[in-house]
Nanobody, 127 residues
């Protein structure tokens, strides 16, 4: 099991940028699928982006492709989500999630596939 702590959320105007961080601890020497999901009140969690730490294979939802970018700092066991050109529709609670995996496939994009979750960080984009 891995422990995840998100940070970096906040309030920005449309067109602005934020960088979310997900610090992981415990079991980080293994291969993991790590993902960012987001959720608005009354709706389920939807995937934003995923990465397989074994080969850095990434996936981005169409709604964020070209605007959001994943990166990792192995020394800090931290996953980042750089969010540029933010729009009001990006307003949500953002969650980091992880699942230990044993192959190099593209990570699954459904929330029930992930075992470990952070507490979430709120992102609010105003028009």
């Amino acid at each position: 099991q891995v422990q995840l702590v998100e940070s970096g959320g906040g309030s920005v105007q449309a067109g602005g940028s934020l960088r979310l961080s997900c610090a992981a601890s415990g079991g980080t020497s293994s291969r993991y699928c790590m993902a960012w999901f987001r959720q608005v009140p009354g709706k389920g969690r939807e995937v934003v982006a995923t990465i397989n730490t074994g080969n850095d294979r990434t996936y981005y939802d169409d709604s964020v492709k070209g605007r959001f970018t994943l990166s990792r700092d192995n020394a800090k066991s931290t996953l980042y989500l750089q969010m540029n050109s933010l729009i009001p529709e990006d307003t949500a609670m953002y969650y980091c999630a992880a699942r230990r995996v044993f192959s190099a496939f593209t990570c699954r994009i459904v929330d029930y596939a992930y075992n470990d979750w952070g507490q979430g960080t709120q992102v609010t984009v105003s028009s």
